[in-house]
């Protein structure tokens, strides 16, 4: 997963599935923003095609820990499949869910 940090906002950008196998680095590597300063996360979902419950789990503990720092959790670009698990969960109300990452980062005030 690659990371690109445009000012306070860390952008994340998973690749393939969000699941048990790699909920757990995710999580570390999101974290690991935040402890470097980053307040605000943007996970860009335009190359995820499955996203588990463990993967929910993880979204919902990263953005708890960003609004703990003052920031936010946000996420763009997730295919049908995937908007549809967040939107069954519920916890798509917790955080902003945006079409575009240039929406999103317009929505969390990011430059860059």
Known sequence: MQIER?????V????GRIDVGNAGQIQAALWGALDDGARQLLLDFSDVGYVS???LAVCLKCGKRAQQDGGAL????????VADVFAV???????????SRDEALAAL???G
């Open 74 to 81: 946000a996420l763009c670009s997730l295919n049908e499949h």
């Open 89 to 99: 969960s519920g916890i798509c109300k917790l955080f902003g869910i945006y079409a």
């Open 109 to 111: 005030g990011a430059t």
């Open 6 to 10: 445009l000012g306070d906002t860390a």
């Open 53 to 55: 419950s463990v993967g």
């Open 12 to 15: 994340a950008t998973p690749v």
